[in-house]
Every structure is written in structure tokens, then in C-alpha cells.
């Protein structure tokens, strides 16, 4: 199996562009006698215009072109699978290079639209409650497959809707693979790129702490802590990472960090039924942020087949939201999207089995050619 460093080549040892960020490109038009000046064009041409090759890029002469073609490559990630939800919600499984499979999913609201991004092909975090978990990591996807996934999206709802919104929800801890993310970030803010403002993209993550403080000294964008408990016993049941860094070390990771006046950290907290969901879990919560710029994102369990974990009534939900509030701690409850296509939180990695199991793999595979309007599946399983 190929790792991620051994696919930032081709087999001519060609190099993936797409994977440099601005100044390894700006070295690398230097190496090829094009000169870093030229740097913008490469970067707009790569990650604005879209370019699938260098003979695409008018921006360059068809000599400087030829220059590139023969020293490096633009990488693309193959759409295999969309799985479109009755709500909107479009879930994309991309075929990569070595025929590793990874998920995105696209997420319209009003005028919003977000995407959610892999970060690895499956994760070595093993959350208990998390399909992806159940893959193991498999290998960290390299900048441009991190990035790509954000521009091929643009690119196809070009002329329709425009991608706001970007957060690191997918498959994968994005900062177990942290000197990647830094680069596809780059790409994603570049304003010769995607241009998509700090304050519009969120990086989730279960607490890897010094790779937490180093990421917040290098990025500006929003951070949100996956915690899913309120103490260190019921976060070790369902968060091994919890054994390597607890609790306590988290939060004072997060109360150590430097943030601009006005920006909080948003925790995530997952409800399982009966186990995290109790008024005593609510008051506790409330203790352990205690001292930190916070936000709570409560997300009611996404229930599948493989899991015996149940999701708490919409009441008890309520309740657990009006606790946190009445003592002062803003929280907001987050809207499950793409239930149908498990396409919510903690259901990625499995599109393919799951689309055959349903019936719905020809629909799938006829909606990559855009067709998806009214032969993709999920409306009428079968
Ligand atoms: S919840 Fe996130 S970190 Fe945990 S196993 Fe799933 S993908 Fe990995």
C-alpha cells in the first residue's frame, strides 16, 4: 500500500503541484527557470481556473507549459458514487490515485452552502460511537486530495450555489495528519485560490493536544473540540484518545490558547440516550468549561445498524440545551442533514456497501455524470 509521501510522485517522479504550497511553488518555478514571480498564475490557474492539466493553463506560455508538464502533475480525485437525501444533502464517495476511497458531503441551507471535508482515508482515533473508527487509518490524504475535494465541489456547483463554508467534520482526525491540513489551508485561503475566509472554515478534532496548541499557533480558523462527555470515565468508554490526553489536559490546552476578542471554541458533545444525556452530565459540562471562551454544538446520535446506541427524544434534547443555556453557556443544536444517505456525523466510510445494500449503486454511479436529479436513489430505496 502506498503511503501518502510515496504518492507525491508519479511513476515519471513527477511531482503533484497541487500538494506545494506557496512558497515549495514558488521554489519549484524557480528550480524550472520560470521564476517564483509567476506564482500567482500557477496558484490561480491551479486552484481558481480549475485546470485539470498545464495545457489548460493560458496563463503561461505553451514553452513554460511544456516546462511544467515534464517536471510535474495536476492531481484530481475521481467522483465514483453521489448519493443525493431528500433534504438536499449530497454525499460524494471520490475514487483517489492509489483507488482509495474517501467522502465529502455537501450541505445547502438558504444561502449557505458547506462543505464537510476527509482529512485521512479512515482514522486511527477509534471513537466507539463512529463508523469510520471501525476502518482504522488507512494513510493521511496528501494536501492536494484535502484541497481538491473542496475545489471539485466549487467547480461543480459553479453557476448554482457557492461553497461558504468548509469544516473538517469528514473522515479522519485532521490534525493526526497536521502539516498537510496547514497546506491544503493555505490553498483553501489563498486569494488566488479558494478564497475562503478563516472565520468560514471549522477544523474539528478529538484533542490531540500539542498538535491542538501548535495547530492554534499556525491557523486562524475556527477549532471545535469533539468531547462527547462530561468526565474522564465516560470519555475513556467512548474516546480512546482519552487515555494518551484527559480531560483536564484538553481544557487547559483550550484556556491556554490565544483567541481574538469575541471568538469561542465550539465543543461538540454527541447525546447518546442514557448515558451523557442527564441533567447531572448538563451541570457537569458546565464545570469543565469553566474559564474557557465556549460554545456548545449538541448533535443527537445518528443511529445506524452497527451501532446499539440510541439517539434521545427531541424533549430530552431540549432540556439538556435549556440547562447549558440558563446557566449562561450559549449552545445551539445541530440539524441532522443527510440521515437517509448516512450522510450525518459519524456515518462515513462505508457510501459503497451502503449503496448496495439499498439498492441505490446505479442511481449513485449515473449521478457522478449528473444525472442525479432524478435517478439517484435514496427517495425510493428498493
Ligand atoms: S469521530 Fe472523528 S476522530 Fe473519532 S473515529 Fe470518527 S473520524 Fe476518527
Redesign the pocket.
Known amino acids: 500500500m502506498a503511503s501518502a509521501r510515496d504518492m507525491l510522485h508519479d511513476e515519471q517522479g513527477r511531482v503533484d503541484v497541487k500538494s506545494l504550497g506557496r512558497a515549495a511553488l514558488g521554489d519549484w518555478l524557480e528550480s524550472l527557470g520560470i521564476g517564483r514571480h509567476r506564482t500567482n498564475d500557477l496558484v490561480q490557474s491551479l486552484w481558481h481556473d480549475g485546470a485539470r492539466t498545464f495545457e489548460e493553463m493560458r496563463r503561461f506560455t505553451p514553452e513554460l507549459r511544456r516546462k511544467m508538464a515534464a517536471a510535474g502533475f495536476v492531481s484530481w480525485l475521481e467522483p465514483a458514487l453521489v448519493l443525493q437525501s431528500q433534504d438536499g444533502t449530497r454525499k460524494i464517495l471520490w475514487k483517489l490515485r492509489d483507488g482509495r476511497t474517501i467522502e465529502s458531503v455537501v450541505i445547502p441551507d438558504g444561502e449557505r452552502t458547506t462543505l464537510c471535508v476527509s482529512s485521512q482515508v479512515g482514522?486511527?482515533?477509534?471513537?466507539t460511537?463512529?463508523?469510520?473508527?471501525d476502518l482504522g487509518l488507512v494513510r493521511h490524504l496528501l494536501p492536494s486530495e484535502i484541497a481538491n475535494q473542496a475545489l471539485q465541489v466549487a467547480l461543480l456547483l459553479r453557476g448554482d450555489r457557492r461553497l461558504t463554508n468548509v469544516v473538517f467534520?469528514?473522515?479522519?482526525?485532521p490534525l493526526h495528519n497536521l502539516d498537510h491540513l496547514c497546506t491544503a489551508l493555505e490553498h483553501y485561503q489563498d486569494d488566488f485560490g479558494l478564497n475562503l475566509s478563516h472565520r468560514r472554515i471549522t477544523v474539528?478534532?478529538?484533542g490531540l493536544v500539542p498538535q491542538l496548541v501548535e495547530f492554534a499557533r499556525r491557523s486562524p480558523v475556527n477549532l471545535a473540540i469533539?468531547l462527547n462527555a462530561s468526565s474522564e470515565a465516560e470519555r475513556l468508554k467512548i474516546?480512546p484518545i482519552t487515555k494518551k490526553y484527559g480531560v483536564d489536559q484538553l481544557l487547559d490546552a483550550c484556556r491556554s490558547i490565544a483567541l481574538p476578542s469575541g471568538k469561542r471554541i465550539a465543543f461538540e458533545y454527541v447525546l447518546f440516550e442514557g448515558d451523557n444525556d442527564a441533567p447531572e452530565d448538563a451541570e457537569r459540562l458546565i464545570e469543565l468549561l469553566r474559564g474557557i471562551p465556549a460554545k456548545v454544538n449538541l448533535i443527537p446520535y445518528n443511529e445506524n445498524p452497527d451501532r446499539d446506541i440510541h439517539r434521545p427524544d427531541q424533549d430530552r434534547v431540549k432540556a439538556f440545551q435549556n440547562h447549558l443555556i440558563q446557566r449562561g453557556l450559549a449552545c445551539t443544536v445541530r440539524t441532522t442533514r443527510g440521515r437517509d444517505i448516512s450522510a450525518a456525523c459519524?456515518q462515513?466510510g462505508k457510501a459503497w456497501e451502503q449503496a448496495q445494500d439499498r439498492g441505490w449503486l446505479a442511481a449513485a454511479r449515473a449521478a457522478v455524470h449528473g444525472e442525479a436529479a432524478d435517478t439517484t436513489g435514496p427517495t425510493e430505496p428498493s
Open positions: 482514522c486511527a482515533m477509534a471513537c460511537f463512529c463508523l469510520t473508527g467534520m469528514g473522515m479522519g482526525e474539528s478534532t478529538v469533539s474516546m459519524g462515513l
